[in-house]
């Protein structure tokens, strides 16, 4: 009995410790990637554990997770047909863990409503500190925590470089990609938690002057691809708004969205980034082929073509893409020194031509369609068909959970064919997705591992 009493208290506080970890995740990521990822095994394995001990299965008959695991299959029997097979079988062998993970997070950790506040005020709190770091790197060219590493870990200091902000991200575009992420969840969530205080608008106001200042940061980060899915987000919202006759909030959400575009207007990283935003992105949406995208986006192609049904294998577009059959035609035959990492005026054609290699082609559908052909494609697209249908059949659950339709605008422009995009098969990107959709479908779950 005693024995028995000792086995539970041990899980109840390897639970509670996880789903700490686990809410944690979002403010993690800021610092290790490794740490982040640890604790998604670690998760996904109670998770595993825990559905034995109630001999609780349920979720394995998830139409959404039936169809991953389907995608798991292809994924590791693409890889004996990859140009690496040992660094696609790494790769695809371990992505279950995201699967399971999400669902962990639909039944266990995200399902009531103790973690949920943990996961927003711990995020929130994230969201801060990376605004104050950006800040800190906007006036005196560092962000504390590079002045950190530097004293302690005697590490190079890092910042985003001319016309973006890093603030504590090595890697500059994450910051705004990390806000572009959790803004409109976290933000929704505490609009949920003070609808019925007083005063109501105040709180209101407060809370929207902070989404006005995260998007001025991600307008700073100077990631195009993070100001774009903001903008979409931010399109959506204040007519999701104006639909619902919320008028007040709709006009309010327009001044303070005006008044971030007249302030960022005197911003010396803005005027210098004005160029890069808009003028070099209408220029390579005309000029679509001959863009850097364009370029990385004809290579996807050129490999799909080569290898239609298996497609070259999970992260292997990095090593397929300096194969001469994947080369452009400025890189093709010009000898030592030219790398397709880089761009190159071809003196022959007259022509210069950009890079064609990449660590990926910067577009989830290219990506999934080079790395695992057709049938990999379809597949995903048929598991966004399925989370599609799941949230329309639960649509009076967004209407009533407010916080559920900020995770919906955060993942909509991710999912839009001609969005760039990060690596969709990277840790960092990976686990910030799945974390979402595994928080989202949380809400659509009205039992879980406690309770059947």
């Given at each position: 009995?005693?024995?028995q009493?000792?086995?539970k ?29 640890t604790i998604v095994?670690?998760?996904?394995v ?11 299965w ?5 139409p959404?997770f039936?169809?991953?695991?389907v995608i798991?299959l ?7 047909f ?28 995200l399902n009531?409503?103790?973690n ?7 995020t ?21 925590y ?13 910042h ?5 902000l890093?603030g504590p ?8 990609i990390f ?10 969530g ?48 204040i007519?999701?708004f ?9 006009f309010t959400?327009?001044?303070?969205f005006?008044?971030l ?31 850097a ?7 996807a ?18 090593v ?14 010009t000898g ?51 989370l599609?249908?799941?949230t ?5 659950v967004?209407?009533n959970?407010i916080i ?6 955060a993942l ?8 760039p ?14 974390f ?17």
């Open positions: 009995m005693n024995q009493k000792i086995i208290k041990s899980i109840l506080i390897t639970s509670e410790i996880l789903s700490w970890c686990v809410c944690l995740i979002p403010a993690i990521l800021i610092f290790s990637n490794s740490i982040a990822d095994v670690l998760a996904s109670f998770f595993i554990f825990l559905s034995s001990k109630n001999n609780n349920l979720w394995l008959k998830e959404w039936k169809i991953s695991v798991y292809w994924l590791i029997t693409t890889s004996f990859a140009y690496n097979e040992e660094l696609a079988l790494s790769r695809s062998v371990s992505w279950i863990r995201f699967i399971i993970f999400a669902a962990s997070l639909q039944y266990f950790f009531n409503k103790k949920i506040n943990r996961l927003i005020f711990s929130l709190i994230a969201l801060v500190y990376i605004i104050i770091e950006m800040s800190i790197e906007k006036f005196f060219g560092f962000s504390f590079s002045e950190l590493r530097e004293l302690l870990l005697n590490a190079d200091k890092f985003g470089g001319p016309g973006r890093s991200f090595k890697d500059a575009p994450k910051s705004g806000l572009a992420y959790f803004i409109f969840p976290i933000m929704f505490l609009i949920e938690k003070i609808k019925n205080k007083k005063p109501y608008y105040v709180f209101l106001t407060l809370l929207l002057s902070f989404l006005v200042i995260n998007f001025y940061f991600v307008y700073e980060s100077g990631h195009r691809t993070s100001i774009l899915s903001v903008f979409i987000s931010f399109f959506i919202l007519s999701y104006f639909w619902n006759r919320r008028r007040i909030i709709f959400t327009i001044v303070f005006g008044g575009v007249l302030y960022s207007s005197d911003s010396d990283i803005t005027k210098a980034s004005k160029h890069n935003m808009f003028h070099k992105s209408i220029g390579e949406i005309k000029n679509y082929p001959d863009s995208y364009g370029a990385l986006s004809i290579t192609f050129k490999m799909f073509k080569e290898n239609p049904i298996f497609g070259i294998g999970l992260k292997n577009y990095r397929a893409c300096e194969r001469d059959e994947f080369l452009s035609k400025g890189h093709v035959g030592y020194g030219v790398s397709p990492w880089k761009g190159h005026y071809n003196q022959g054609l007259k022509k210069h031509y950009e890079p064609t290699c990449s660590s990926h082609p910067h577009n989830l559908y290219l990506t999934w369609l080079a790395e695992t052909g057709l049938i990999g494609l379809l597949l995903f697209i048929f598991l966004i068909i399925i599609c249908k799941k329309f059949k639960n649509k009076e967004i209407s959970k559920s339709l900020g995770i919906l605008l909509f422009p991710k999912l839009l064919p001609m969005m995009a990060l690596n969709f098969f990277s840790n960092w990107n990976a686990i910030c997705f799945w979402l959709i595994g928080w989202l479908l949380s809400f659509f779950q009205k039992k879980n591992l406690k309770n059947l």
